[in-house]
């Protein structure tokens, strides 16, 4: 057994969103809970860019396997923590 993992990685400016199919449980939370981004019917099936990222966040979250899992990229609107974050404050004059 090589033992590597089948994780792809579907990445935007500021999520990448990664999926392992042999985790899958074909519960579907992801499909029905963002049809527009999560689309067997599509390649590639996850197109992250459709959503924006506290869609994409909420709904990665709900999955049960832990097939899908993402990473915030740095300067993102949101910060590991969970402390959300402007990138566009306006500088006070
Ligand atoms: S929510 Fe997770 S387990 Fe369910 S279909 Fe999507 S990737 Fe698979």
């Keep these: ?7 792809k990685a579907y990445r935007t400016e500021s999520i990448t969103v990664t999926f392992e199919a042999r985790r899958c449980l ?4 992801c499909v029905q809970g963002l ?6 019917a599509k390649r590639p099936w996850i197109q992250p860019g459709n959503a924006t990222v506290e869609r994409l966040v909420e709904v990665v979250g709900r999955c049960p396997s832990g097939a899908l899992r993402y990473e915030l990229v740095d300067g993102g609107t949101e910060t590991p923590d969970g402390s959300p974050r402007s990138p566009a404050v306006p500088p006070g004059r």
């Design 1 to 7: 057994m090589s033992g590597e993992s089948e994780r």
């Design 26 to 29: 074909h519960a579907a939370e």
């Design 35 to 40: 049809p527009e981004v999560f689309d067997p």
